[in-house]
């Protein structure tokens, strides 16, 4: 079985920056491809970046594209999100996923899910 738990989530003013974490546990993880996706009151989970774990490839929604960077630390089993510039729109629960696939923006093909970490931007 494979966990994923997140942290970093919290409040922070428009403009600013934060880092968020996916640590990831178990004897059989060896995704293919690892992602964050964010969550919105009231509106449907949403892509926001994805990386494969074995190459350096990785993929971004235009929304978050040029403010927010995904990155890995395969010794320590750990994706993270940097983001920067942040607005009020980027508030959300935001979430990290794995799946054995080839990359997607699509959750259907994540098999494995964090419980999610709170974002707040203040305006």
């Known amino acids: 079985q494979v966990q994923l738990v997140e942290s970093g989530g919290g409040l922070v003013q428009a403009g600013g920056s934060l880092r968020l974490s996916c640590a990831a546990s178990g004897r059989t993880f060896s995704p293919v491809t690892m992602a964050w996706f964010r969550q919105a009151p009231g509106k449907e989970r949403e892509f926001v970046a994805a990386?494969?774990?074995?190459?350096?490839?990785?993929y971004y929604a235009d929304s978050v594209k040029g403010r927010f960077t995904i990155s890995r630390d395969n010794a320590k089993n750990t994706m993270y999100l940097q983001m920067n510039s942040l607005k009020p729109e980027d508030t959300a629960v935001y979430y990290c996923a794995a799946s054995p696939r080839t990359l997607s923006v699509r959750s259907e093909s994540y098999q494995y899910w964090g419980q999610g970490t709170q974002v707040t931007v203040s305006s």
């Open positions: 990386i494969y774990w074995s190459v350096h490839s990785t």
